[in-house]
């Protein structure tokens, strides 16, 4: 009876009833549970329902800045069932050294000994595509969580980049980062050192703005037709308005009321049957007639002299990529995507808060895409005469919840107050170098190598591990048939990485693997070599740190007014680990004299590369290089441990809930579960990942993460 539909929808209350009763139910109905709201799980993402579930399971991209979640669906109706599966299997482990410790063991120090283990805002480069919001294939996703954990089994793991240290000495304990996107919430940090927040929805007026007596020439029926069509009730269709008295005057005046009050609507003339008709239909529709406008062409009516050329406003999204949220905006606006401007990218499994720039788009306009829009609001709007560049951004402000913690006060204590005070390695995180079998910084590495054959077929061959389906598909079609075009057929997006790919190869031939790269972006293209020059300042970093500890020696580098010099023997103790930088290798950086100067030859030497010559035969690919940080030091460092309950209440309320006027979450003063609630401040080009990482003592790769919650959940 419980393999039937109506048996699985009713497994919560079998669950329930025996939780009431106090009886052990049979594992056999949380394996069931589990599975049922699994796929019920995949059929609400595939219906876009817009749905903040617990336990979600690991996305197939990490273009997200920091960190991705470890958890599997769950439907909402079992989460206290699984939760308490959860808290009884990690209090047996911890009594017993079960696999869950032995796989946090793996990446922490051995008792006695105290473990001392970019320059701009890079989009982390995705070779499963842009296109983000494509359904999930529904065989990626269904099955047991085990099926999830073996196909992960071929990821990356830590210490395969070269993340092996750690500078604190407390003992690691548990916890569960993100196990609601709105666990982790990102303020961008702006160049005048204030964190942007939402708190503001007025729209500025101004005198050039439309007085409110255009607005009567419309009747309330034409308004009510208007509002329909301006919140896509039928978004195909149009909205005549028939002009009585046909002047051009008074057709101006139509045209002005109608884009005025209703914002992403556009207008025509035309005539029919002899009269005169405004026709007004949705600038977004697919069979709009709306010419796209750019930046240097981007509307026919006049902009105000006196007012800012850009529109300034507070973005906040939620579980949104920053260039998802861009191409989302500007498809509701009817214009290019190159007339936005921001600072810096966003993490995509978060809440996050950033200042954006766009050329010639009202305050009005962009206030009324808060109707229409999900997991977006706008506001905080203002007139200025620049846009915002890349980089402009001083670091960005985290508030992260570490549910179902284990540690004791004590061990979190330690833990906080060392971060504090020392800080972390200033690793690259996971997402620097790809989720799948083929690292991106072996691509890199090909690259420079000037191993095209190699470049082609790293990106392209098939691979083990989680993709799309699509992606296996297109893979094993370029495999069998080595022909651009056939393998093209097999993806229905084309913006991806291998579709630019395979569009070049058909366009310039298999002998011109140079040109056919070029088609991809220049921003993609260059990720691969950053993602080679990471990978090995994580490695030096780590040996660097296991040669000579956590305190500044003769041959070391620090930078002076921009520039990097060695430390000489006599000024050693005018500096600490703190002011020690290390290279990204590059033909115009410098490098220690000391084991790691000559470790960086011998690394680079073999991957046949010459440190003394990186200068690429192409000029995109020449590698200048760069000066990092070993060790940071979070500023604004706060912290609290919290008790609840119920694991589906936030623990905090965001931007958006003191807007709305929500009352803070009432917190249990003992609850079942314990969560670390800390705040922190980071520079640019700094993974949150890596201080959580210090924090809790636990690899952070999805591989590990995957196993370690495979366990929980058996």
């Not at 009050?261 to 069979?287: M, N, Q, W």
């Not at 906040?316 to 009817?334: C, G, P, W």
């Not at 010099?565 to 590059?586: F, K, N, R, W």
């Amino acid at each position: 009876m419980l393999l039937t539909p109506c048996g699985r929808r009713l497994l919560p209350l079998v669950l329930l009833c025996y939780r009431q009763c106090q009886a052990p139910a049979p594992k056999v109905l949380f394996l069931l549970a589990h599975k049922w709201t699994l796929k019920q799980s995949v059929k609400r993402i595939k219906r876009s329902v817009p749905q903040e579930t617990l336990y979600r399971s690991v996305p197939f991209d990490m273009e997200a800045v920091e960190m991705t979640s470890f958890k599997r669906p769950h439907s909402e109706d079992d989460v206290a069932n699984v939760d308490e599966i959860k808290r009884q299997k990690i209090s047996e482990e911890s009594k017993t050294g079960s696999k869950s410790e032995q796989s946090i063991d793996i990446v922490t120090e051995q008792p006695g000994k105290p473990l001392l283990e970019d320059k701009k805002d890079d989009i982390i480069l995705n070779e499963e595509g842009e296109e983000e919001d494509n359904e999930l294939e529904e065989s990626d996703e269904e099955g047991d969580p085990e099926s999830f954990a073996d196909m992960m089994k071929h990821g990356l793991i830590e210490l395969d980049v070269g993340i092996t240290k750690f500078v604190s000495s407390h003992k690691g304990f548990s916890g569960i980062l993100k196990e609601r996107y709105s666990d982790f919430v990102v303020h961008e940090i702006g160049k005048d050192g204030c964190i942007s927040h939402l708190d503001d929805f007025s729209v500025p007026v101004d005198d050039e703005d439309p007085s409110e007596e255009i607005f009567t020439v419309l009747s309330n029926e034409d308004k009510q037709h208007l509002e329909e069509l301006q919140l896509f009730k039928n978004k195909e269709t149009s909205v005549a308005i028939e002009v009585i008295e046909d002047t051009k005057e008074k057709r101006t005046i139509i045209h002005h009321a109608v884009k005025s009050l209703f914002p992403g609507l556009e207008t025509k003339t035309e005539d029919r049957d002899g009269k005169k008709y405004i026709v007004a239909y949705h600038a977004a529709g697919k069979k709009a007639l709306a010419k796209v406008r750019t930046a240097t062409d981007p509307r026919k009516h006049s902009w105000p002299k006196s007012r800012g050329s850009y529109c300034h406003f507070v973005l906040y999204k939620e579980n949104k990529d920053t260039m998802d949220a861009i191409n989302v905006l500007s498809k509701f606006l009817r214009v290019k995507p190159n007339i936005f401007s921001y600072m810096g990218t966003k993490d995509k499994r978060a809440i996050t808060v950033q200042e954006i720039a766009v050329l010639r788009i009202t305050a009005q306009r962009l206030a009324h895409l808060n109707k229409c829009l999900m997991n977006f609001k706008l506001g905080n709007f203002s007139y200025k005469n620049h846009p915002l560049k890349l980089g402009e951004l001083q670091g960005n402000h985290f508030t992260v919840v570490l549910r179902n913690i284990t540690g004791t006060d004590d061990q979190v204590q330690q833990a906080m107050h060392s971060l504090r005070e020392i800080g972390f390695i200033n690793y690259y995180g996971m997402q620097r170098f790809g989720t799948t079998a083929v690292p991106t910084y072996q691509v890199g590495r090909a690259i420079l190598q000037n191993n095209w054959n190699e470049v082609m077929d790293l990106i392209l061959k098939p691979r083990p591990g989680a993709e799309k389906g699509y992606l296996v598909k297109c893979r094993e079609e370029w495999a069998k048939t080595k022909d651009p075009a056939a393998a093209l057929k097999k993806l229905p997006v084309k913006r991806c990485v291998e579709g630019q790919l395979l569009r070049g190869l058909s366009k310039y031939g298999l002998k011109n693997i140079v040109s056919a790269f070029g088609i991809i972006p220049r921003n993609n293209r260059l990720m691969y070599i950053h993602s080679y020059q990471s990978y090995i300042w994580n490695n030096m970093v780590s040996k660097r740190i296991e040669e000579y500890g956590l305190k500044a020696v003769s041959g070391d580098l620090v930078l002076k007014g921009g520039t990097a010099v060695h430390i000489e023997e006599a000024d050693v103790d005018d500096y600490t680990i703190h002011d020690i930088v290390m290279p990204l290798p590059g033909f115009d950086v410098i490098y220690p004299k000391h084991k790691i100067g000559d470790a960086y030859k011998e690394m680079l030497a073999a991957d046949n590369l010459d440190i003394s010559n990186m200068r690429h035969k192409i000029r995109d690919y020449s590698l200048s290089g760069a000066y990092r940080k070993i060790i940071i030091r979070p500023q604004n460092v706060r912290w609290e441990v919290v008790a609840y309950d119920d694991p589906r209440i936030p623990l905090f309320n965001t931007d958006l809930d003191k807007l709305e006027g929500k009352p803070p979450p009432i917190l249990a003063t003992e609850g079942k579960f314990k969560a670390l609630k800390m705040e922190f401040s980071l520079p640019p080009s700094t993974y949150a990942t890596m201080a959580i990482r210090e924090v809790l003592k636990m690899d952070t790769s999805i591989k590990k993460q995957t196993q370690l919650n495979t366990i929980w959940l058996r």
